[in-house]
């Protein structure tokens, strides 16, 4: 996994690992570098602010890092599990990008009601078996955390399903199919 373009462009970034010491499969499943250049190539291409970004189900971190290495302002980073929380720091270290970014380990869910908005660009990549995803999505379309015709939301899931028209007050704008995956791009 690496950085796609931008300042810090070819940067290796760490992964999760594939097994858990427990031996279980790993949870947190990493944008593919396709998925994540055809996504940023999208936003660029629709003129998309990046001054201040928001990585919801961050994983990693390779979404909020793309965008700042593209020139973003801040990100702020949410993710519940702290391995990946600490995973996302040591990212932020290898890109130098510490100063412009906060973690926020917690539920997403949690954290709509604690961030401060308005973001310019949200970028979402949570667990595709995730029956809460659809409401905790309309919950931030619809919260002081965007602004309809202002932020972008760009919302990563599974290519099976098909995406919603519209999150509140936001519509769907494109939608792009890379393998097993899907990106929703609102505006």
């Excluded at 499969?25 to 593919?32: E, G, I, L, M």
């Excluded at 629709?46 to 593209?70: H, K, N, P, Q, T």
């Excluded at 926020?104 to 667990?127: H, I, N, Q, S």
């Amino acid at each position: 996994m690496r950085v796609i373009a931008g300042s810090v462009k070819g940067r290796r970034l760490k992964g999760p690992p594939e097994r858990s010491r427990r031996g279980k499969a790993s949870v947190t499943r990493p944008s593919s570098d396709l998925l994540r250049e055809s996504l940023f190539s999208t936003l660029d291409a629709m003129g998309a602010d990046f001054s201040r970004v928001l990585d919801l189900y961050a994983g990693s971190g390779a979404l909020g890092i793309e965008a700042l290495s593209r020139g973003g302002g801040t990100c702020d980073f949410v993710e519940r599990q702290s391995a990946a929380c600490r995973l996302i720091a040591e990212n932020l270290g290898l890109t130098g990008f510490e100063s412009e970014a906060d973690v926020l380990c917690m539920p997403v869910e949690k954290a709509l009601g604690k961030l401060g908005g308005p973001y310019t660009l949200v970028l979402a990549d949570p667990p595709y078996a995730d029956d809460a995803t659809p409401a905790v999505m309309v919950s931030l379309a619809e919260s002081h955390l965007v602004e309809t015709g202002e932020t972008v939301i760009a919302l990563e899931h599974s290519a099976r399903e098909e995406p919603r028209a519209a999150l509140g007050s936001f519509s769907l704008v494109k939608s792009r199919r890379h393998g097993d995956s899907a990106v929703s791009i609102y505006r």
